[in-house]
């Protein structure tokens, strides 16, 4: 019956994370004890407060339909947050709030891309963005970036990559899934690229922005010379441990507000109620009140680091943020190991999962073929026994 499926959803990618995800519950199905470094999962319970405020919320009735583009009250907080963290000025007619950050891409791509669009992505990229460019008939071009320089795109690829189809240029800082982090002169080098570009488009994912561990995190959007063409993006998952509540936003220029709430008035209409109330209270709280999870990431950061750098082959850069380490596993293609013949990244996460009954996820579906990432957003036990089994694994 394939056959009537149409050709859109038959050349779309399955998501690579949420598949190998899938592969690891099959395996904890069948009595294995598989640990999970796939998903970017916070392991931690959300915040009391947060919680609280949606209990109230149940209490006072908030039980029906949203406004499509978020409450009145929530768009005051989203605004106040984006001035106090990121120096950006936003009206409410700027902002929309989606069911989760992913459905925010795909409003933006909905509105800005036609057929033949080009739209620039660094590798390593997340997982979605390139299928969501297709869904809606743009030609990804990804720049190569790699561990010498820490995955980060500079001017000058950036410059070389603009055609006269270039519409957009997305990426994310904190980024998923190499970790690293754009500083103010690198994000000022590629707003002047884009200065003169007047018809080209950025968006700015800032869904980690919060687990920073350089202390520095900079929004392109402040930026005069390109402000007015820049959607940055932002939500609750990965910084409040609120991943399935599914709250995210933007902040863009108002006509590019307006459309992508046009597009979702025809899609899911307004986000959930309860979740909606609970971020207002999570914005508006300092964002020292999460520091706590921020700080056991960068130890688990630094304890994963220097694990993996007892395994040969396995050459790791130390991210500055997010949480996931990146590592560039190429010096096993070619090798068998254990009868298991490793060609590619694919291959190796594959044979992790199978053999050391550990989940990560190919660097293929990052745009990178030389990488595997793995996510240290579970406990410091989890860690220790992951590492340990992949390099008793992976010894001949």
Not at 123 to 148: A, M, Q, R
Not at 229 to 246: D, E, H, L, Q, Y
Not at 283 to 299: A, G, Q, T
């Amino acid at each position: 019956m394939e056959k009537y499926l149409s050709e859109r959803v038959k050349n779309l990618a399955t998501s690579q994370t949420l598949a190998m995800a899938a592969k690891a519950r099959e395996l904890r199905a069948s009595g294995k004890d598989v640990i999970g470094l796939s998903l970017g999962e916070p392991d931690f319970n959300t915040p009391d407060f947060i919680k609280e405020a949606a209990k109230n919320a149940i209490d006072e009735n908030y039980n029906s339909y949203t406004p499509v583009d978020g409450y009145s009250d929530l768009k005051q907080a989203i605004i106040k947050k984006f001035d106090r963290d990121n120096g950006l000025k936003f009206t409410p007619a700027q902002i929309v709030v989606s069911t989760g950050a992913k459905q925010a891409l795909y409003n933006i791509a909905s509105v800005l891309i036609n057929p033949g669009d080009e739209v620039i992505l660094p590798c390593p990229y997340w997982v979605s963005y390139s299928d969501i460019v297709k869904l809606k008939g743009g030609v990804p071009i990804e720049v190569k970036t790699d561990i010498k320089n820490n995955f980060k795109m500079n001017a000058n690829q950036l410059k070389s990559a603009i055609t006269k189809k270039t519409k957009m240029v997305w990426f994310s800082s904190p980024c998923n899934p190499s970790g690293s982090v754009y500083s103010k002169k690198e994000l000022q080098e590629i707003s002047m690229v884009l200065e003169s570009c007047k018809e080209i488009f950025i968006v700015s994912d800032e869904i980690y922005e919060h687990i920073n561990y350089k202390g520095d995190h900079f929004s392109i959007g402040s930026f005069e010379n390109i402000k007015d063409r820049t959607i940055t993006v932002n939500g609750v998952s990965k910084a409040f441990a609120m991943t399935g509540w599914r709250i995210g936003y933007i902040g863009a220029p108002e006509w590019i507000a307006k459309s992508c709430n046009k597009v979702q008035g025809q899609v899911t209409s307004g986000a959930n109620c309860i979740a909606q109330r609970a971020v207002i209270t999570a914005l508006n709280e300092n964002p020292d009140k999460i520091k706590y999870m921020v700080n056991e990431f960068k130890s688990r950061r630094n304890l994963i680091v220097d694990l993996l750098s007892e395994i040969e082959g396995f050459n790791c850069n130390i991210p500055d943020g997010a949480f996931y380490v990146f590592p560039n596993i190429s010096y096993y293609f070619g090798k068998t190991i254990k009868g298991f013949k490793i060609n590619n990244a694919s291959d190796m996460s594959m044979f992790l999962l199978e053999r050391a009954l550990v989940a990560t996820v190919t660097g293929d579906a990052f745009g990178n073929q030389n990488c595997i990432r793995i996510s240290y957003a579970a406990s410091t036990e989890q860690i220790k026994m992951a590492i340990k089994r992949i390099k008793s694994a992976i010894q001949v």
